[in-house]
């Protein structure tokens, strides 16, 4: 089984910054993928960012410029940060790991999610 240990989210006045980790630990032997999505209120959840075990990015078009994904491979951990909050980035984010485990099975995971509220 694979754990991920999410922090970062809070109340932030637009314009403000905020860096969201997600931490895995467990029967892990590589992590193949990291993402971030987030899901509104009323909206279906949608990929934010992702970053691939060589270190390839991408983004949703409308945190590009603002938001920067990364992985610390040592730690099994993926931050976001996001600069230049704005109200509609309101929502509970939560990261995704796909995950080869010892013995070889590959499986994907959730985070429980943390709340990103954005005031303007």
């Known amino acids: 089984q694979v754990q991920l240990v999410e922090s970062g989210g809070g109340l932030v006045q637009a314009g403000g910054s905020l860096r969201l980790s997600c931490a895995a630990s467990?029967?892990?032997?590589?992590?193949?993928?990291m993402g971030w999505y987030r899901q509104a209120p009323g909206k279906q959840r949608e990929l934010v960012a992702e970053i691939t075990s060589g270190g390839n990015t991408d983004y949703v078009e409308s945190v590009k410029g603002r938001f920067t994904i990364s992985r610390d491979n040592a730690k099994n951990t993926v931050y976001l940060q996001m600069n230049s909050l704005k109200p509609e980035d309101t929502a509970v984010y939560y990261c995704y790991v796909e995950v080869r485990q010892t013995g070889g099975i590959v499986r994907g995971y959730w985070g429980k999610g943390t709340q990103v509220t954005v005031y303007s």
């Open positions: 467990g029967s892990i032997f590589s992590i193949n993928y």
